[in-house]
């Protein structure tokens, strides 16, 4: 007769500590069989992410909110999208963490600790809104590779920290430098330490904006581990790419970063509008910068149904890169007719704003409420898709929601 094995009491006792429960029948298992408790880490307990967010993609982690989770005005971490090119860093060391700037256009090298950062440079707040170049992807046709973003990888959040021009300053840079690029801890998934999975940057002028920040803190506390912990550069308004999580390096270059997905097709668009699947080469592509103009509608959440003759109450956010947004307006017929929402000042620079309208419906039916928000250059949204492009990027279509009237 075939004899199996059978897990040890030991082992048991273990599994059932990570179950958090007795395996009653546990002394039946087979040696080799995987637990269905353990399989699967339970990726909303693992980043403390409310369980109504979206897992696109598990290697690595990238997650994404609902439009009806962003209705608050700052984003608390479980309605927080996460982006991953790599794995995140484990064991990270607190008390020993530093940040090196180095590359040909400092004066001298120079590392600080934590502490240093902290103690030497003055600490600034400021909400920040951050959105993945690829926010929107999952529209664009023919489709594009990558994560397949719906509306969800946006966030604004407060960011506490020093500013990257002070800590530049206090170094010295030379009069050549053109850009800077970060390093970080994550590491790449093919396990190979001397790839990075990504090291972005800025040019100077955006790494010398008061917004720009070196930050140690998100809405008042350490920064969650899955947006960086526990050193973080923000550069709200652009690419999120370009805010490089668990940073523990800054180079000042004479010549535009040419870390990983800084170049070929990464995080850039065709300089010059293409048709839909044409083939672009690699120098017809430019960088992206500042994000476009665009707008949520955050409450209600789509689909809601309203007693006829009740009014509806609209909520949500605009943002525009590094611009303000000059107005939002919202349909109710399709984009026929506009009319025009109340419309907040944003809490600082590069913070998104927040909308809100009272609608009445003029019969029983079904509606969709398109939202369209304008830039202070005059610049809409599009309401069918913007530019295709080979990577999918900046999507910022108008966002619509359906409401029956019954
Ligand atoms: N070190 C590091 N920084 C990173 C990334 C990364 O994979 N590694 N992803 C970038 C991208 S593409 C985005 S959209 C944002 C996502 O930030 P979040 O996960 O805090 O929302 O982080 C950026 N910074
Ligand atoms: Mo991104």
Same mark, same amino acid.
């Given at each position: 007769m075939h004899r199996r094995k059978f897990v040890k009491k030991g082992t048991l006792t273990a599994l059932a500590s990570i179950v958090g429960a007795d395996i009653v029948f546990g002394k039946n298992l087979p040696i080799d069989y995987k637990l269905l408790g353990l399989q699967d880490p339970d990726p909303f307990k693992m980043f403390n992410k409310d369980s109504q967010m979206v897992v696109?993609?598990? +290697?690595p982690w990238n997650i994404e909110a609902q439009a009806h989770l962003l209705n608050d005005t700052i984003t608390p971490n479980k309605y927080m999208f996460i982006r991953n090119n790599g794995k995140i860093p484990e064991d990270i060391d607190l008390a020993n963490w530093t940040i090196t700037f180095d590359g040909e256009s400092v004066k001298q090298k120079k590392t600080y600790s934590l502490d240093e950062l902290k103690s030497k440079f003055k600490q600034y707040t400021y909400q920040l809104t951050l959105e993945c170049g690829?926010?929107?992807?999952?529209?664009?046709n023919p489709p594009a590779k990558g994560n397949q973003w719906t509306i969800g990888a946006v966030s604004c959040a407060t960011w506490t920290g020093v500013r990257l021009r002070d800590v530049l300053e206090a170094i010295g840079i030379k009069d050549d430098a053109v850009y800077i690029g970060y390093h970080a801890a994550d590491t790449h998934l093919s396990g190979d330490?001397? +790839?990075?999975p990504i090291s972005r940057g800025v040019p100077m002028a955006k790494a010398l904006q008061d917004e720009t920040l070196l930050a140690f803190k998100m809405n008042g506390a350490a920064i969650p581990l899955a947006h960086g912990y526990p050193l973080r550069l923000v550069a709200g308004g652009?690419?999120?790419?370009?805010?490089?999580?668990?940073?523990n390096g800054i180079s000042v270059r004479n010549k535009v970063h040419d870390g990983?997905?800084?170049?070929?097709?990464?995080?850039r668009v065709p300089c010059n509008a293409v048709a839909p699947g044409d083939k672009v080469k690699d120098e017809d592509m430019c960088i992206i910068e500042s994000m476009p103009v665009k707008s949520l509608?955050?409450?209600?959440?789509?689909g809601a149904i309203l007693k006829e003759g009740k009014s509806l109450d609209i909520n949500g956010h605009a943002w525009a890169g590094e611009l303000k947004v000059a107005k939002v307006e919202y349909s109710i017929d399709f984009g026929s007719t506009w009319k025009t929402c109340a419309l907040e000042a944003p809490t600082n620079r590069l913070a998104w704003q927040h909308f809100s309208a009272t609608i009445q419906f003029p019969k029983k039916g079904y509606y969709e409420v398109w939202a369209k928000a304008t830039d202070s250059k005059g610049i809409a949204q599009p309401m069918v898709l913007p530019g295709w492009n080979p990577k999918g990027y900046l999507n910022n279509a108008c966002h619509r929601i359906a409401i029956k009237i019954s």
């Open positions: 696109l993609n598990d +290697k690829g926010n929107g992807r999952s529209e664009f330490p001397k +790839k990075e652009w690419p999120a790419s370009a805010s490089g999580k668990w940073i990983t997905k800084m170049t070929g097709t990464a995080y509608i955050t409450s209600p959440k789509t």
